[in-house]
């Protein structure tokens, strides 16, 4: 109905209720995970390092996604090896 009503212009009033869920939705709708959680949920052997198979398959899954900073250092480097 919201949005029925938006696009037809007119007023959407919302009770508290909806409110604070439309207000929850906005504050996670542009949310992605990093490189580095998106590595750890692919990873089946479940390296306590991140190894460099699925950072690499984890890099291309967040530069298709449009994740600006998959991590806090280089985006594309792969993890250190020890």
Do not use: W
Request: proline share 9%; hydrophobic share 35%; with cysteine.
């Amino acid at each position: 109905m919201i949005l029925a009503r938006s696009h037809a212009g007119k007023t959407v009033r919302l009770n508290p209720e909806t409110a604070y869920l439309v207000g929850l939705r906005l504050m996670t709708a542009d949310t992605k995970p990093t490189r580095d959680e998106v590595a750890r949920m692919i990873c089946d052997s479940k390296c306590e390092r991140l190894c460099v198979p699925c950072t690499f398959k984890a890099n291309a899954i967040v530069r298709a996604y449009g994740q600006g900073h998959p991590t806090a250092t280089n985006p594309i480097s792969a993890p250190e090896t020890p």
